[in-house]
């Protein structure tokens, strides 16, 4: 009469193969929530960018700026601070320029390389000029990147993510 059951050999097999898949899905769950990660910190971006770009187009301006008849407000601008953050200005037509908020990117993701000041001006919200700007965020050999683009008619557009180098 043969006793039923697995022997040691046939249990270390299945815990081998199980824990091969566990950690092939855990890194696969990583690289997921990076990609999100930086797709969400573009799209918050490209949110203050068109926030800027609509309180040029209506005129709005920070309570108590710009004052006086001839002084109105001129546009919106968009400054790279660091790797890690950026303001919004509001710009009267005298020049003068107030910080309206200063944002901060998260999740380790950062702007790919500095970017120009990025102005929209009133009243009908056009770019001072055609640029593109990215995020990065980069863990061993893999960069995840997420790209925004800027033409000078106004049009603000955000591209898929891009992955390079991944080993």
């Not at 546009?75 to 309206?100: E, K, M, N, P, R």
Request: glycine share 8%; aromatic share 10%; with cysteine.
């Amino acid at each position: 009469m043969k006793k039923q059951g697995f022997t040691l050999i046939e249990i270390v097999i299945v815990l081998g193969i199980s824990a091969v898949v566990l950690w092939q899905g855990s890194v696969a769950y990583g690289a997921h929530i990076r990609k999100i990660q930086v797709r969400e910190q573009g799209r918050n971006f490209v949110v203050n960018l068109r926030k800027a770009q609509n309180d040029a187009i209506t005129g709005n301006k920070p309570t108590g700026f710009c004052n006086g008849a001839t002084d109105q407000i001129a546009g919106y601008q968009v400054d790279y601070v660091d790797a890690t953050s950026y303001t919004v200005s509001a710009i009267c037509s005298s020049g003068t320029a107030l910080i309206t908020e200063r944002i901060n990117v998260e999740y380790n993701t950062e702007f790919f390389s500095a970017f120009n000041p990025i102005i929209f001006f009133s009243p009908l919200g056009e770019i001072n000029e055609t640029q593109r700007v990215r995020f990065s965020h980069k863990v061993d050999s893999c960069v995840d990147n997420y790209r925004v683009d800027l033409e000078r008619a106004g049009s603000i557009s955000d591209d898929t993510l891009e992955i390079t180098g991944c080993t």
